[in-house]
């Protein structure tokens, strides 16, 4: 929520332009391996402030509120998608993380044969035909950015993703709408999911996870080891082994998945909402060690057990030539106990 009324008609008697509180600034970096990355700055004039990065999928990466991060950034950095390696686990030498990193189209997680890399191709692919736009006129003013992603090979799948990228203006929240059309002849397999991370000073010891959990599925020995705490954030840890659990969430009567992630010690947070008829799945990744500290909340269409897995466990969805599937998410920052304590009665914890 805006520390002001966002009246563009009175903030325009106080501003020579509109960018000293708010819009939108494309420009393209220029050192180290990021050298050539397309991006633009989004600032929504009520704290929130974020970059889109054009040449990587239309993904989000740096994130913050008021001057306090909340996004979880690698040691790589970004990177141009140049640099990737789509091979196992030399795909995370282009894992900047960021916000959101796109998963998919056709296949994400861990395979056997190590021959995939573990997030698929889209979130290394340059965007085509993008638009930025900074929509003064409509009924509620927005900020929106918008192009196309394309996965495509030769004998191939020919899938295309649509993504719109949208903040209101006065407004502290970022709503995601990717469409996903198959514009080949053939049905082809579809994983999708919104690989989101968040990190310091969100993510500190003690900080919580707020979710309506049915039930909860370690994916590995070591993760069923942290069962019992796996809601809540540790202190970083020299040696830290990953630990990813699968969640299956309820919905309210609309269908709609609401989650937090909650720092009481700094009365901050933030929330996810998505329909779950999109997003069957949901994967939290809890990794607490040094230098690698997050916390992902991933709502995906299938869980990270990889292609071949997910197939015979009946779990892979497909898409048939000409259709397109639609997976949206809501992205919002919690300012102040209020804020905090009315997500918390919104969402039912079982």
Same mark, same amino acid.
């Given at each position: 929520?805006?520390?002001?009324?966002?009246?563009?008609?009175?903030?325009?008697?106080?501003?020579?332009?509109?960018?000293?509180?708010?819009?939108?600034?494309?420009?393209?970096?220029?050192?180290?391996?990021?050298?050539?990355?397309?991006?633009?700055?989004?600032?929504?004039?009520?704290?929130?402030?974020?970059?889109?990065?054009?040449?990587?999928?239309?993904?989000?990466?740096?994130?913050?509120?008021?001057?306090?991060?909340?996004?979880?950034?690698?040691?790589?950095?970004?990177?141009?998608?140049?640099?990737?390696?789509?091979?196992?686990?030399?795909?995370?030498?282009?894992?900047?993380?960021?916000?959101?990193?796109?998963?998919?189209?056709?296949?994400?997680?861990?395979?056997?044969?190590?021959?995939?890399?573990?997030?698929?191709?889209?979130? +290394?692919?340059?965007?085509?035909?993008?638009?930025?736009? &900074?929509? /003064?006129? #409509?009924?509620?003013? %927005?900020?929106?950015? *918008?192009?196309?992603?394309?996965?495509?090979?030769?004998?191939?799948?020919?899938?295309?993703?649509?993504?719109?990228?949208?903040?209101?203006?006065?407004?502290?929240?970022?709503?995601?709408?990717?469409?996903?059309?198959?514009?080949?002849?053939?049905?082809?397999?579809?994983?999708?999911?919104?690989?989101? +991370?968040?990190?310091?000073?969100?993510?500190?010891?003690? &900080?919580? /996870?707020? #979710?309506?959990?049915? %039930?909860?599925?370690? *994916?590995?020995?070591?993760?069923?080891?942290?069962?019992?705490?796996?809601?809540?954030?540790?202190?970083?840890?020299?040696?830290?082994?990953?630990?990813?659990?699968?969640?299956?969430?309820?919905?309210?009567?609309?269908?709609?998945?609401?989650?937090?992630?909650?720092?009481?010690?700094?009365?901050?947070?933030?929330?996810?909402?998505?329909?779950?008829?999109?997003?069957?799945?949901?994967?939290?990744?809890?990794?607490?060690?040094?230098?690698?500290?997050?916390?992902?909340?991933?709502?995906?269409?299938?869980?990270?057990?990889?292609?071949?897995?997910?197939?015979?466990?009946?779990?892979?969805?497909?898409?048939?030539?000409?259709?397109?599937?639609?997976?949206?998410?809501?992205?919002?920052?919690?300012?102040?106990?209020?804020?905090?304590?009315?997500?918390?009665?919104?969402?039912?914890?079982?």
């Amino acid at each position: 929520m805006a520390d002001y009324n966002f009246d563009l008609e009175e903030i325009r008697q106080y501003v020579g332009d509109l960018s000293q509180i708010a819009g939108a600034k494309r420009y393209k970096l220029q050192e180290g391996r990021a050298k050539g990355v397309e991006a633009v700055d989004i600032k929504t004039g009520a704290g929130l402030t974020y970059t889109i990065l054009l040449d990587r999928g239309l993904d989000i990466s740096w994130t913050d509120y008021k001057g306090k991060p909340f996004s979880y950034i690698s040691n790589t950095g970004v990177a141009s998608p140049e640099y990737f390696e789509d091979t196992g686990f030399k795909s995370l030498r282009n894992f900047t993380g960021g916000l959101i990193t796109t998963c998919g189209l056709t296949y994400y997680g861990r395979t056997e044969e190590g021959e995939l890399g573990l997030h698929g191709r889209i979130n +290394n692919t340059p965007a085509e035909e993008i638009a930025v736009n &900074t929509n /003064l006129n #409509a009924d509620r003013p %927005n900020i929106t950015v *918008s192009g196309k992603v394309r996965e495509a090979e030769f004998f191939g799948e020919y899938l295309v993703m649509s993504r719109e990228i949208k903040s209101y203006l006065g407004e502290n929240k970022i709503i995601i709408k990717s469409v996903i059309k198959n514009k080949g002849f053939e049905e082809q397999p579809l994983m999708f999911l919104y690989h989101v +991370n968040y990190g310091y000073p969100l993510v500190q010891e003690g &900080t919580e /996870l707020i #979710a309506p959990i049915n %039930n909860v599925i370690p *994916s590995t020995s070591i993760a069923e080891e942290g069962l019992d705490n796996h809601r809540f954030a540790e202190a970083p840890q020299a040696g830290y082994d990953e630990q990813v659990f699968y969640l299956d969430l309820a919905t309210d009567q609309d269908g709609i998945v609401t989650v937090a992630l909650i720092n009481e010690d700094l009365n901050y947070g933030i929330y996810e909402k998505f329909a779950k008829n999109q997003f069957p799945r949901f994967i939290q990744w809890k990794q607490m060690g040094k230098g690698t500290y997050v916390m992902g909340l991933e709502p995906g269409t299938n869980y990270f057990e990889g292609k071949p897995m997910e197939k015979e466990m009946g779990r892979l969805q497909t898409i048939k030539p000409g259709e397109n599937r639609i997976f949206e998410l809501e992205i919002g920052v919690l300012d102040g106990k209020e804020q905090i304590n009315n997500i918390k009665n919104k969402i039912k914890i079982k």
